[in-house]
């Protein structure tokens, strides 16, 4: 147990009880133990070069399907999140704020398990403003595919 002012780790924080009324968590319960374990299907693990490459051949429709796909794999593999058809409308209509969204999910993967996050919701602005800079949207889409490849393996995916 930590004493208040100090840091627990994780493990100290699995060692605890936090059993509230009906199995919810008590208030001040960190997020990560908040969450249902994950115990749906795993996504697919999805070459960052070979995306890039599709985005580029169908002048960015597959990137459409990206959106659509990955959002409903973690929808699915968690039961939170907005789900396939929302990141689809969300790409096409407000495509400004689907690599926020994305990455912020995805980086919710990790947290869920009590893990730092690699990518956040920061990690979409490297593609606005960091469009500016040209390279910036390949790095924000290598990091988060990275990430959530990463996540996929890590739980069983090949």
């Known amino acids: ?15 605890q009880s936090y059993g509230g009324y009906a199995g919810q968590p008590m208030p001040g319960t960190p997020a990560h133990l908040q ?11 999805r ?32 039961g939170e999140g907005i789900g396939g058809l929302a990141g689809l409308l969300l790409a ?24 730092a996050k690699p990518v956040s919701g920061l990690t979409g602005l490297w593609v606005f403003p960091g469009i500016f800079l040209l390279i910036g949207p390949i790095i924000w889409f290598v990091k988060t595919n990275g990430a959530l490849n990463a996540y996929w393996r890590s739980v069983g995916a090949r």
């Open 92 to 115: 096409m209509f407000v495509g400004i704020v689907s690599p926020y969204l994305l990455s912020h999910e995805v980086g919710g993967l990790y947290e869920r398990r009590g893990q």
């Open 35 to 45: 969450h249902a374990q994950p115990s749906g299907p795993i996504g697919k693990v």
């Open 1 to 15: 147990m930590s004493t208040p002012g100090s840091y627990s780790t994780p493990q100290q924080y699995q060692d």
């Open 47 to 78: 070459g960052t070069g070979v995306a890039i490459l599709l985005c580029i051949v169908t002048l960015g429709i597959y990137s459409l399907y990206y959106y659509f796909v990955t959002h409903e794999e973690m929808k699915k593999h968690t």
